[in-house]
């Protein structure tokens, strides 16, 4: 009977995985191990990047072991692994960049290895990555030209929605190609990698639900280390500023002066919010909202009046807590 035929993996897609790993086994992280890629689910067939984890052979035994006295990893275990160690990687590269473009010295050096390699991409036709290398060079216009190149012959979910959400074209991603990606994660319970999706298509009270729902279910499970890594992910993504201009719109939209004007200083918009009170002066004025006023002082430079507001309100707490006392 014939061996079953093992799934190969895409050239770039290959070349993509490692990259991020920097070739390093993602568990044990041991720099000059000989090294493999693993889909986490054990389909060969599920060749997606979600489902692609570089590991040592060691580690790989790891993930065959049933049971026994030796240490097995689950396909939870491998992802958290995996994510934490592409962020590490991440950040000591740009650190290195950092320090590098900090010396003059060594400046030449840097772009002119840089350039071999892009040169070494462009001849080996590995355009996912040199659309990559130039999205974190700012190269806007030969970063779209490698993901046009790349789209050309690789339509998957997958790659569709990672490359317009790089170039923060939500709208070039079919609504099939999400649905597909959405229910395709859903049914493997993969929330958090549902709220990467989610924030990748801008959809981002999906992406909040979901960070959420995989630190509740990882703190149930005793992973405090997973629960913390998601939801510092949630936090450094800046979702809640997304949520903000979402209630901001809604506010706005109702109406509620108070609470546009609350959305606006949790965001951070200062502009927006001295020309949303500027343009509202009358009204609150007349309303007489003390918060508002405040704040409407403060936008027009009325420093008397906005102390004069506070001294107010002071004297009004003191008078409220010492109604009764005697």
């Not at 040592?56 to 689950?74: N, W, Y």
């Not at 959405?182 to 801008?202: E, F, K, V």
């Not at 200083?265 to 949303?276: A, M, P």
Request: hydrophobic fraction near 35%; proline fraction near 2%; charge should be positive.
């Amino acid at each position: 009977m014939p061996r079953k035929r093992k799934n190969s993996l895409p050239t770039d897609l290959a070349a993509l995985v490692l990259f991020k790993a920097d070739r390093t086994c993602c568990v044990c992280r041991t720099p000059g191990k000989p090294v493999q890629i693993h889909h986490i689910d054990e389909n060969p067939s599920n060749s997606v990047e979600r489902n692609l984890a570089v590991l040592c052979l060691d580690c790989h035994t790891d993930t065959q072991i049933r049971g026994g006295f030796h240490r097995k990893l689950d396909a939870d275990q491998v992802m958290l692994y995996r994510d934490d160690w592409n962020v590490y990687v991440a950040q000591r590269r740009a650190a290195i960049d950092v320090k590098r473009a900090l010396n003059e010295k060594d400046r030449h050096s840097y772009l002119r290895a840089l350039t071999t390699r892009l040169e070494i991409l462009r001849e080996r036709r590995q355009f996912l990555l040199l659309a990559m290398n130039y999205h974190s060079l700012g190269n806007a216009t030969l970063r779209d030209k490698y993901i046009d190149l790349t789209l050309e012959s690789d339509h998957s979910d997958d790659t569709v929605i990672y490359l317009r959400s790089m170039q923060n074209r939500q709208d070039l991603i079919p609504e099939k190609a999400k649905q597909r990606e959405i229910h395709r994660r859903r049914s493997h319970s993969d929330w958090s990698q549902l709220a990467r999706l989610y924030d990748q298509i801008g959809e981002h009270q999906g992406a909040a639900s979901n960070y959420c729902r995989t630190v509740m279910e990882d703190l149930k499970k005793g992973n405090i280390f997973a629960a913390a890594f998601y939801l510092k992910e949630l936090s450094q993504k800046r979702v809640h500023d997304r949520l903000f201009a979402i209630a901001y719109r809604q506010f706005s939209e109702s109406g509620d002066l108070w609470w546009r004007v609350r959305a606006l200083q949790e965001i951070g918009w200062k502009d927006e919010l001295k020309s949303v009170l500027l343009q509202n002066r009358e009204v609150i004025e007349k309303s007489k909202h003390p918060l508002l006023l405040q704040e409407l002082y403060s936008a027009m430079g009325e420093t008397e009046k906005e102390e004069e507001l506070q001294r107010q309100m002071v004297e009004a707490t003191g008078d409220d807590r010492g109604t009764g006392s005697e």
